[in-house]
């Protein structure tokens, strides 16, 4: 099994161009999300019809996302009911491509390989795999074949309060690394998620960030997606709408902290929060 890297700078890798582009704008690069779901946990329907769903993805890009991230199977911890691949691509099909067509980066939330081969082929340069490679068989060597980056986030079975969640982190990317090798994914194309909210309590999600640097370890580009997530109601009541505050407050604490993508679904907000920060860390 592949030893966890020494601790180095994401930018001295070899970056896959789609990345490497990305990160000519001063990072962090914002992620929008477009859920094409009757059921994710913050915003369930609301862009399942083209034309929404095409709109919303105009509106992000206006507001500065740097990436579109299209999923079409709700993957939130809890709640969620799993559909077959067939019915993810019908989800797709009238709705990834036009959203390409846009020209910004397009990456594919999947945990399918058969999706991810079809989306890779039809528009998306990013596959995003909430299970780091781990849950498909397939998937690491349908990204490979595409010569596409991919992220990499971490995820549990099951909740366990009781471990090192920074502990389970590292031999987790460890495996998934190892996976990536095998299948001749370049390090350069691989970025990795803390997976806030996924397999893990919300003092667990806190835990991840806070202590996010430690994932520098190895060396490459790391993503945070806290947006609306349900640790923050366990601080302040509220539902997930009612989470901009808390979002923006985790995501710049994960800038801080190394984070060069964040994955949020308000982009306006987001965009400008970080770039303020930025900006005044500039001062010093």
């Given amino acids: ?31 929008g999300v477009l859920n094409v779901t009757p059921d994710s946990f913050s915003d369930g329907g609301r862009f399942s019809e083209p034309e929404l769903a095409l709109a919303q993805a105009k509106r992000m890009i206006a507001e500065g996302a740097g990436i579109l991230d299209i999923g079409a199977e709700s993957t ?15 989800r797709l099909r009238d709705i990834l491509p036009p959203v390409a067509r846009l020209g910004s980066p397009v990456s594919i939330d999947t945990m399918k390989a058969s ?28 990204i490979a074949d595409h010569g596409a980056p991919v992220i990499v986030m971490h995820n549990r079975e099951s909740v366990d309060p009781a471990i090192d969640i920074m502990t389970d982190m590292v031999a987790f990317f460890t495996r998934s690394l190892d996976i990536a090798a095998k299948a001749i994914i370049p390090q350069g194309s691989i970025v990795l998620d803390p997976g806030i909210g996924f397999g893990k309590t919300p003092d667990q999600s806190m835990t991840a960030l806070a202590r996010l ?17 349900r640790f923050i109601s366990t601080i302040t009541p509220s ?17 801080q902290r190394g984070a060069k993508i964040i ?22």
């Fill in 1 to 31: 099994m592949m030893a966890a890297p020494s601790r180095s700078d994401p930018a001295a890798a070899q970056l896959h161009p789609v990345l490497r582009d990305l990160f000519v704008r001063p990072p962090p690069v914002v992620m």
């Fill in 76 to 90: 939130r911890p809890y709640g969620s009911k799993p559909v077959t691949a067939d019915e993810e691509l019908q």
């Fill in 115 to 142: 999706v991810a081969a079809w989306a890779l082929s039809n528009g998306a340069v990013i596959a995003n795999d909430v299970w780091g490679l781990q849950r498909d068989p397939d998937m690491a060597q349908v």
């Fill in 213 to 229: 640097d430690e994932l520098n370890q190895f060396g490459l580009p790391l993503l945070v997606g806290a947006s609306r997530k």
């Fill in 239 to 255: 539902e997930p709408d009612q989470r901009l505050g808390g979002s923006i407050a985790a995501h710049i604490l994960a800038a």
């Fill in 263 to 284: 994955r949020a679904h308000d982009v306006a907000e987001t965009v400008q929060a970080l770039r303020v920060a930025s900006a005044i860390e500039d001062k010093r």
